[in-house]
């Protein structure tokens, strides 16, 4: 990569172009002379940068093999090379590699392998460095040698010779010892060898086996995989089907939900939440309305009926509470909630006999601060009517196995000030009263 020569930018060869322009204004220039020293050529500008700024003997280079030097005229490269360049790679005279002359008294007394060396053992002849190890321990007359029928005596080769001679017999009996021994080991490789080739028929058996087993493993899977296909666009049907239910459901209760305070709350099979209330425990002990709202942006309350009776009313009346829940707009309400809550059981015969029950909240009353939670705990009235007064002739309370039971929360506007006769209502048994 290149750098412009004003600005010192790196510039690539795709950022470049030849300039026409230029060369026409150059093609034009009248004839010069070469601007290097010594050097006698004339002609046309274009030529000298076509043909002879490259080719010029009289250039100021630098040594392309980097020893230093940087001003060499291109005519004494050659000389340069020949006497005085400490990089410049020689050919060796004995192995014929290439050596940088400053290395070339090193690789000889070191490193070249046709160097020739005294024998170190002493035998008086020469060796070229890359058979020497060959020679040492092999070759050399003198040379330190094993015996090779396995006894522990070591000696040069006249020595080995005569050791040989002498211990025949035991040499003798060394080799039967070592060839009875390879012929226990050829019977145990021959037994080896036949155990192992019948593990492998027995292996190739199985293989087959295996083999046919995965193929039928195979077509199970692709089985599977149809019905799982199957499976999943049934579930996906049924998941949109449901989603659409889900929907029509949120909008059933966008639709009924009460947003001016009042609630009617049916009740059906009463009979037999009746008999839940009365044996169960826990949740199977109440019925939870529907949620409703004393305005669009209103609170947020719903009822909770005990049929058997909770607390002082366990066993002998319906108890119904209001509890209040935590709403999207909570932050705009005035807290704590102060209003009156009217709670009635209502007579379906044309007498309307209504059985009715008013309180209004204490400023104090927990239950009706600001929720943390999900829902607050409930309050209302634990003896609102008896099961005697629901069953009571000439009255209609339960009609075609259902109840219905009303509420109607009315917020104060000047919290606080809200009395009964001067005094705060808690929680007491209800009377009958027509409304």
């Known amino acids: 990569m290149r750098q412009c020569p004003l600005d010192n930018e ?18 034009d220039l009248p004839e010069t002379n070469c601007g290097n020293s010594g050097c006698t050529w004339y002609g046309k500008m274009t030529d000298y940068f076509d043909e002879h700024w490259q080719a010029c003997k009289y250039r100021h280079i ?21 006497e005085d360049c400490p990089l410049y790679p020689q050919a060796c005279t004995l192995c014929g590699q290439d050596v940088q002359r400053q290395h070339s008294e090193q690789h000889l007394a070191s490193m070249c392998t046709h160097v020739t ?37 070591k000696g040069t080769q006249e020595e080995l010779k005569e050791h040989c001679a002498a211990s025949l017999p035991d040499h003798l009996d060394t080799v039967w010892t070592q060839n009875q021994q390879q012929a226990d080991t050829i019977s145990h490789l021959e037994d080896t060898t036949a155990a192992l080739e019948l593990g492998l028929r027995k292996a190739n058996s199985l293989n087959e086996s295996l083999n046919r087993t995965v193929t039928l493993q195979q077509a199970e899977n692709d089985r599977l995989k149809s019905r799982l296909a199957r499976l999943e666009s049934a579930v ?34 009463f009979a037999k939440r009746f008999e839940h209330s009365r044996s169960g425990s826990g949740a199977e002990c109440y019925v939870d309305s529907p949620v409703f709202f004393t305005g669009r942006r209103g609170y947020r309350f719903r009822l909770r009926v005990y049929l058997h009776g909770d607390g002082a009313g366990r066993g002998t009346h319906v108890s119904v509470f209001l509890q ?7 932050q705009l309400q005035v807290w704590p909630f102060h209003g009156t809550v009217t709670l009635a059981v209502l007579d379906q015969s044309r007498s ?22 999900g829902a607050n705990r409930c309050s209302g009235v634990s003896k609102l009517i008896s099961h005697r007064d629901l069953h009571r002739s000439g009255s209609e309370y339960i009609k075609a196995d259902c109840l219905f039971i009303r509420a109607a929360v009315v917020p104060s506007r000047n919290p606080f000030s809200a009395r009964i006769g001067g005094i705060e209502l808690g929680l007491h048994a209800g009377s009958p009263n027509q409304g």
């Open 10 to 27: 790196a510039i690539t060869r795709t950022e470049v172009f030849r300039d026409k322009n230029c060369d026409r204004r150059i093609t």
């Open 62 to 82: 630098s040594c392309p093999h980097g020893c230093g030097r940087d001003d060499l005229l291109a005519r004494d490269l050659a000389q340069h090379y020949a």
């Open 117 to 153: 060396e005294d024998c170190p053992n002493g035998c008086g002849m020469n060796v070229a460095r890359k058979e020497k190890q060959e020679h040492v321990t092999r070759v050399c007359r003198l040379a330190m040698q094993q015996c090779r029928y396995d006894c522990k005596f």
């Open 236 to 269: 996906a049907a049924s998941e949109k089907a449901r989603s659409a239910a889900n929907v029509e459901d949120r909008l059933w209760v966008v639709e009924t939900t009460s947003h001016d305070g009042i609630l009617v709350f049916k009740i059906e099979n």
């Open 324 to 330: 209040l829940l935590q709403g999207e707009y909570d």
């Open 352 to 373: 309307q006999h209504h059985w009715t029950e008013t309180f209004v909240p204490g400023p104090r009353d927990e239950c009706f601060c600001q929720p943390t939670t």
